[in-house]
């Protein structure tokens, strides 16, 4: 069995629950013994995870592991989406420069993000997710 990304009937594996519980010193370990930093739970990845709970530390450590940000959920949301939507100003600080363009953004800048996941309309598509 490959203990790090062994799962559970619903796709949950070690990695997603340490992110989602905010564990970096978990979330380092299970990296370190090969956990996929891409896998998707219901099109979650870790990364999805961590920038809806708006972890710096968590968003950081995933990035440098590999992580994808240009990774879309079933809904086709990016990470970015995640953060601007919950107003997670660094996050979307440090997923914008590696995020390609996103088409529905009528600007695509830091502020045009972050403005335009922030409308009514948008932040609800995004949090019910």
């Known amino acids: ?3 790090p990304n062994a799962d559970t009937d619903d796709g949950i ?8 519980a905010g ?7 299970l990296i370190q013994a090969g956990a996929n930093v891409n ?11 961590a920038a809806d709970n708006g972890s710096l530390e968590l968003i950081n ?3 440098k592991a590999g992580a994808d940000p240009n990774f879309s ?3 086709g949301i990016k990470p970015i989406q995640v953060a601007a939507a919950r ?3 660094g996050a979307v600080e440090i997923l914008f420069p590696l995020t390609s363009k996103v088409d529905i953004f009528p600007t695509w800048t830091i502020d045009g993000v972050l403005e335009y996941m922030q409308s009514e309309t948008s932040k609800q598509q995004v949090l019910k997710s």
């Open 87 to 89: 107003g997670y100003v």
């Open 39 to 49: 896998i998707s739970a219901g099109g979650a990845t870790p990364l999805h995870i």
């Open 23 to 29: 564990s970096l010193a978990c979330l380092e370990i």
């Open 1 to 3: 069995m490959n203990f």
């Open 13 to 20: 594996t070690p990695l997603l629950s340490a992110v989602a």
């Open 61 to 63: 450590c995933l990035l």
């Open 73 to 75: 959920d079933e809904d």
